[in-house]
């Protein structure tokens, strides 16, 4: 039986990112994923929150990782995605699914909203029937966010999704993405762009175009139809699922495969086999049989409670594969709606290495890694951190290997 160099379990940002790390240094990895996890819902952008604040909390999962790894990782990060921008130390403005404005960390070019700060005029593009999205609402806090630009809306029409329209059905973003993606896509979006370039020939200087779902920095087609355009177009974030999380997605799965990465889907890891503090292998379940992988080192990057990796009962909770002690808050829940919440803490406790604790601080497996959501003491929501500390604990990880 073959005896990989580290098995993946997980295929979340946090373990495609280790995977691709440990395959570039050329070990002989596999990812073993149950499903696609959180990224194909996210808006592939990647929040650092306050990193340095952050990462002089006790226990936050940036405390485990220097500055230097931090920086290794976002370098890699550029190096491996040439078409995001940002950094994870000062935020750049981004338009929310509503128009309003926020700070992120890393984004596809395509998502900087820097663009509008200049604008004098801004076109709203509204595909109709996108899905949760509302153009009214969406121009009117445009206006408001950019006062100094007059907003209009611009509807836009496809033959393709005629019937759709005659029914009254919504269209998903990533149905309209695909379309634009297409060659015949492409050709209309060209002819219409140009269209609306040529009707607003005088403002050209500060014309702005806002377009949801389009998620251009990951498709070549669209891509040289943008640098060909004389003025800018901006992509705000949509509600899931979002087109750019599930470019990401499949954009880093083929990375990892090109690099001669074994990526097993429909995996579900079942038990682990412990031996004197050491994990020798995994059986899982996968299309009905069961099967048992060996490997040097195991990187756990199963997304915590809500990916599947940590299982919540009515009288238990335990991480479901190496049986890993938790930390568990002994208040679950608190009453502020919009605030912290306390059992986002729950999660495994690391050390420097990111090898899984006892109790006691001594380390439970010392062939076995922890990131992302697995780890304990965040909360992802309130840190604005969930993309930082999956990148940067995932390349860390896949260092380990
Ligand atoms: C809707 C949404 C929006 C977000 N928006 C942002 C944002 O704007 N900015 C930002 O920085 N972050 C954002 N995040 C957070 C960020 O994307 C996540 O923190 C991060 O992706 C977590 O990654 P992960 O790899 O740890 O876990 P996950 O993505 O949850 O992946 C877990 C993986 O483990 C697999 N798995 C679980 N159990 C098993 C098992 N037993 N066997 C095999 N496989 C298993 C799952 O199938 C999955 O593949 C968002 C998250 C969500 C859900």
């Known amino acids: 039986m073959i005896v990989w160099d580290g098995i993946i379990i997980g295929g979340g940002l946090a373990g495609l990112v280790a995977g691709i790390t440990a395959a570039e240094r050329g070990k002989q990895v596999m990812l073993v994923a149950e499903g696609i ?4 819902f996210t808006s592939g952008v990647i929040d650092f929150g306050d990193f340095n604040a952050l990462r002089d909390r006790q226990d936050h999962p940036f405390s485990h990782i220097s500055e230097d790894q931090a920086l290794q990782s976002v370098s890699k990060w550029q190096e491996l995605c040439p078409f995001y921008t940002g950094s994870w130390a000062k935020g750049q403005p981004i338009l929310t699914p509503l128009g309003e404005i926020r700070p992120a960390g890393y984004v596809p070019y395509s998502l900087s909203a820097q663009p509008l700060e200049a604008a004098r005029e801004i076109v709203l593009i509204a595909p109709q029937g996108l899905k949760d999205f509302f153009p009214g609402l969406f121009a009117s806090n445009l206006a408001l966010n950019f006062p100094q630009a007059i907003v209009t809306i611009k509807p836009l029409q496809v033959d ?6 005659s029914l009254g059905k919504s269209i998903l973003p990533s149905d309209y993405a695909k379309y634009w993606a297409s060659v015949e896509g492409t050709d209309y979006l060209r002819e219409f762009l140009m269209g609306i370039i040529g009707e607003l020939a005088g403002m050209k200087e500060g014309l702005v175009l806002v377009f949801p ?3 251009a920095s990951f498709e070549p087609l669209l891509r040289d139809l943008l640098k060909s355009l004389t003025v800018s177009i901006v992509e705000p974030t949509i509600f899931p699922p979002s087109p750019v999380g599930m470019n990401l997605y499949q954009f880093l799965r083929k990375k990892f495969k090109d690099l001669g990465g074994e990526f097993l889907t429909n995996g579900k890891v079942e038990a682990a086999v412990i031996e004197e503090g050491y994990c020798p292998s995994i059986s899982l379940q996968s299309h009905g049989k069961t099967l048992e992988l060996k490997a040097k080192s195991f990187v756990l990057a199963t997304g915590g409670i809500f990916g599947g990796g940590i299982q ?3 009288r238990t909770i335990r991480e479901g594969i190496f049986d890993c002690p938790l930390f568990i808050p002994e208040q679950w829940t608190s009453d502020g709606f919009l605030g912290p919440q306390p059992y986002t803490q729950t999660g495994i406790e690391v050390d420097a290495e990111l090898h899984p604790l006892r109790s006691d601080g001594e380390i439970y497996l010392h062939n076995v890694y922890v990131c992302g959501r697995m780890l304990a003491h965040w909360d992802p929501w ?5 993309g930082g500390v999956a990148l940067t604990t995932g390349h860390r990880a896949g260092t380990m290997i």
């Open 37 to 40: 996890g959180s990224l194909s």
């Open 160 to 165: 393709r999704f005629a019937q759709h329209y």
């Open 213 to 215: 779902g389009l998620s």
């Open 312 to 314: 919540v009962g009515p």
């Open 382 to 386: 309130t840190d604005h951190c969930g």
